[in-house]
């Protein structure tokens, strides 16, 4: 063991001095990269990552010729009576510069791992960036922060070639354990140079495994409850907006997209609206248009006389000042923060502590959560995370509520559940609420009125009864269930030929001038054993597939089929009825009722 320690001391100095500034300055560089987006992104990154990529001698020498007497700082801090050469200021910036892209990218990944729902969330529920980069990103990305930092020191407590460059190796003054290997070696103390190799060791590894028992403690706190617990009761409170005299949602907007162009205009009041449309139909950027997480390229939003978005007028109102609330499919709870935490942040700022934990216990109470307020959203089932993230959605008093898919997570008896309280909670608020769903009947039982879209375009809009029972267009038809088509023409004012199943039909409503297409609803075909009756046609059964409680039917009309997919119209029936028909010789009749007849 060498009697002069200070190498020991000056490294530590040197280390947490270099980690302390590329903490503050890697996180501030991290976080303003992340949403860069202007022009020499790739070429500022390439600046902030060169150290990692150079030799730490090049580095030395550059920063030699920056801070040395003829540098431009050099000459700068001269006036002051500064030199930052040959000491051991010179050693830590040094060592700050050689460590600062390891913090960095570290960062970087870390606040880039955050689910941007989370993000999106928080804004819509009125929070200001700095809140939101201190409750939520932060928090979030500390894991990673934390390991960066700790790489950070490693790297600067073992920085040689870039220190020697610019502070020298000045015993007791420059000289860090580094240093004092090397020059160990070359004067031949082979064991001086074990003892600070072993020395360096084991600061670095010791940092590392702090940290990494800091976080398996962290992921352990997280597991205390183990298992989900079950939804054996329902229940939302809902804290309705203010009503204004001018109520209602108008939306006239446009936005280029890769896939298609959106192109919607609608005007909707406090009856929920559902959109209803395949993937990729536009139902979800339209909610996002009108959040203000993306903005249109041309139009205008109104809500409640409230202009958010006017692209004529320069108008494109923040996120959190939009009076939305937004509960998207995965719920986007904060992770990092507890049951009563969530709801919290939902409420409106400003409230004392007395105020804010009464109403989050009244909210728990109300959502049957009463306990679980200091619990975590991992510890939580699927139908409570959803009635967390609608309590903190409506905690917000939003003037209007955006639902993105809020059953698609769940099992089909939690979501049948949920969905008879979604409509209850939905009756008791009379803010504007759009409901998006590619599902029909989950559309037709909680909302009264539908929206249908396809291509970014609405192609139908009006109360459920409309699309249902009027649908305008096949894709409307389609969306609504139906699953039997076929091309037509007009024979006369009551008769049509169905090209596709090979018959003529009889009609009772009036024939449109552009007649395409007729359908029916596998539901609506009636088997009969009057074969006399009208449109009613002998069928051959192609083949079957069962469900749980019904059976469909491929069936041809006319002719026996020739193969498996040889079949004209598909009908549905319940497996009592079928355990009727089902031995009855073929052919069967099947009458398609002219009532129940689409045309369009």
């Given at each position: 063991?060498?009697?002069?320690?200070?190498?020991?001391?000056?490294?530590?100095?040197?280390?947490?001095?270099?980690?302390?500034?590329?903490?503050?300055?890697?996180?501030?560089?991290?976080?303003?990269?992340?949403?860069?987006?202007?022009?020499?992104?790739?070429?500022?990154?390439?600046?902030?990552?060169?150290?990692?990529?150079?030799?730490?001698?090049?580095?030395?020498?550059?920063?030699?010729?920056?801070?040395?007497?003829?540098?431009?700082?050099?000459?700068?801090?001269?006036?002051?009576?500064?030199?930052?050469?040959?000491?051991?200021?010179?050693?830590?910036?040094?060592?700050?510069?050689?460590?600062?892209?390891?913090?960095?990218?570290?960062?970087?990944?870390?606040?880039?791992?955050?689910?941007?729902?989370?993000?999106?969330?928080?804004?819509?529920?009125?929070?200001?960036?700095?809140?939101?980069?201190?409750?939520?990103?932060?928090?979030?990305?500390?894991?990673?922060?934390?390991?960066?930092?700790?790489?950070?020191?490693?790297?600067?407590?073992?920085?040689?070639?870039?220190?020697?460059?610019?502070?020298?190796?000045?015993?007791?003054?420059?000289?860090?354990?580094?240093?004092?290997?090397?020059?160990?070696?070359?004067?031949?103390?082979?064991?001086?140079?074990?003892?600070?190799?072993?020395?360096?060791?084991?600061?670095?590894?010791?940092?590392?495994?702090?940290?990494?028992?800091?976080?398996?403690?962290?992921?352990?706190?997280?597991?205390?409850?183990?298992?989900?617990?079950?939804?054996?009761?329902?229940?939302?409170?809902?804290?309705?907006?203010?009503?204004?005299?001018?109520?209602?949602?108008?939306?006239?907007?446009?936005?280029?997209?890769?896939?298609?162009?959106?192109?919607?205009?609608?005007?909707?009041?406090?009856?929920?609206?559902?959109?209803?449309?395949?993937?990729?139909?536009?139902?979800?950027?339209?909610?996002?248009?009108?959040?203000?997480?993306?903005?249109?390229?041309?139009?205008?939003?109104?809500?409640?006389?409230?202009?958010?978005?006017?692209?004529?007028?320069?108008?494109?109102?923040?996120?959190?000042?939009?009076?939305?609330?937004?509960?998207?499919?995965?719920?986007?709870?904060?992770?990092?923060?507890?049951?009563?935490?969530?709801?919290?942040?939902?409420?409106?700022?400003?409230?004392?502590?007395?105020?804010?934990?009464?109403?989050?216990?009244?909210?728990?109470?109300?959502?049957?959560?009463?306990?679980?307020?200091?619990?975590?959203?991992?510890?939580?089932?699927?139908?409570?995370?959803?009635?967390?993230?609608?309590?903190?959605?409506?905690?917000?008093?939003?003037?209007?509520?955006?639902?993105?898919?809020?059953?698609?997570?769940?099992?089909?008896?939690?979501?049948?559940?949920?969905?008879?309280?979604?409509?209850?909670?939905?009756?008791?608020?009379?803010?504007?609420?759009?409901?998006?769903?590619?599902?029909?009947?989950?559309?037709?039982r909680v909302c009264p009125n539908l929206l249908a879209m396809e291509q970014g375009k609405i192609i139908q809009h009006g109360t459920k009864y409309d699309l249902f029972q009027h649908p305008t267009t096949v894709s409307v038809t389609q969306l609504t269930g139906c699953k039997n088509f076929s091309p037509a023409i007009a024979i006369n004012s009551q008769t049509i030929e169905a090209l596709d199943w090979n018959c003529h039909l009889i009609v009772r409503e009036s024939i449109p001038e552009n007649l395409s297409h007729v359908a029916i609803r596998a539901h609506h075909l009636v088997f009969t054993n009057n074969p006399t009756q009208e449109n009613t046609f002998p069928c051959w059964l192609v083949r079957t597939v069962e469900t749980?409680?019904?059976?469909?039917?491929?069936?041809?009309?006319?002719?026996?089929?020739?193969?498996?997919?040889?079949?004209?119209?598909?009908?549905?029936?319940?497996?009592?009825?079928?355990?009727?028909?089902?031995?009855?010789?073929?052919?069967?009749?099947?009458?398609?009722?002219?009532?129940?007849?689409?045309?369009?």
């Amino acid at each position: 063991m060498p009697q002069d320690l200070s190498p020991l001391w000056i490294s530590l100095r040197t280390a947490s001095l270099a980690t302390a500034i590329t903490f503050f300055l890697g996180i501030l560089a991290a976080y303003t990269m992340l949403g860069y987006r202007g022009k020499g992104k790739s070429i500022i990154e390439g600046f902030l990552v060169a150290p990692l990529i150079l030799p730490p001698t090049v580095i030395g020498f550059l920063l030699l010729l920056l801070f040395g007497k003829n540098g431009p700082l050099g000459q700068w801090m001269e006036t002051w009576g500064i030199s930052i050469v040959f000491t051991w200021y010179g050693a830590a910036i040094a060592a700050t510069v050689v460590a600062f892209p390891l913090m960095y990218k570290t960062a970087l990944g870390a606040f880039q791992q955050i689910d941007q729902n989370l993000l999106r969330v928080a804004r819509t529920l009125g929070a200001r960036e700095i809140r939101i980069f201190w409750r939520i990103s932060l928090p979030l990305a500390l894991p990673g922060i934390l390991a960066a930092t700790t790489l950070a020191f490693a790297r600067a407590l073992g920085e040689f070639g870039a220190t020697l460059m610019l502070a020298g190796n000045i015993p007791g003054q420059t000289q860090t354990i580094p240093m004092a290997i090397y020059f160990a070696v070359e004067a031949g103390a082979m064991d001086e140079a074990m003892f600070w190799a072993i020395t360096i060791m084991v600061v670095s590894l010791s940092a590392i495994v702090t940290v990494n028992y800091w976080q398996d403690r962290r992921q352990a706190k997280g597991r205390i409850w183990g298992e989900k617990q079950s939804d054996s009761s329902l229940g939302i409170a809902v804290i309705s907006p203010e009503k204004s005299e001018n109520t209602g949602l108008f939306v006239d907007i446009e936005k280029n997209l890769a896939n298609f162009h959106l192109q919607v205009k609608f005007q909707t009041s406090n009856q929920p609206l559902g959109l209803l449309g395949g993937s990729g139909a536009g139902k979800s950027m339209v909610l996002r248009c009108i959040a203000g997480i993306e903005t249109p390229t041309r139009g205008k939003i109104i809500l409640n006389g409230k202009v958010l978005f006017d692209s004529e007028k320069g108008i494109n109102l923040p996120i959190r000042e939009r009076g939305i609330g937004f509960v998207v499919q995965n719920y986007a709870l904060f992770p990092h923060m507890s049951v009563a935490e969530n709801i919290a942040f939902g409420l409106p700022p400003g409230l004392s502590s007395h105020v804010t934990k009464k109403l989050v216990e009244s909210q728990l109470i109300n959502v049957h959560l009463s306990g679980m307020g200091d619990r975590y959203p991992h510890q939580l089932s699927g139908g409570q995370q959803q009635r967390v993230a609608l309590a903190r959605a409506l905690a917000s008093q939003p003037q209007a509520l955006l639902l993105d898919e809020p059953f698609s997570a769940l099992d089909t008896f939690l979501r049948s559940q949920l969905e008879q309280q979604m409509i209850e909670t939905l009756a008791d608020y009379h803010g504007v609420t759009l409901f998006v769903t590619h599902s029909m009947e989950e559309a037709y039982r909680v909302c009264p009125n539908l929206l249908a879209m396809e291509q970014g375009k609405i192609i139908q809009h009006g109360t459920k009864y409309d699309l249902f029972q009027h649908p305008t267009t096949v894709s409307v038809t389609q969306l609504t269930g139906c699953k039997n088509f076929s091309p037509a023409i007009a024979i006369n004012s009551q008769t049509i030929e169905a090209l596709d199943w090979n018959c003529h039909l009889i009609v009772r409503e009036s024939i449109p001038e552009n007649l395409s297409h007729v359908a029916i609803r596998a539901h609506h075909l009636v088997f009969t054993n009057n074969p006399t009756q009208e449109n009613t046609f002998p069928c051959w059964l192609v083949r079957t597939v069962e469900t749980p409680h019904r059976m469909t039917l491929f069936l041809k009309l006319n002719s026996p089929p020739e193969h498996p997919q040889d079949y004209h119209l598909q009908g549905e029936v319940y497996k009592d009825k079928w355990a009727i028909i089902q031995d009855k010789p073929l052919p069967w009749y099947v009458t398609l009722e002219a009532i129940k007849l689409i045309l369009l």
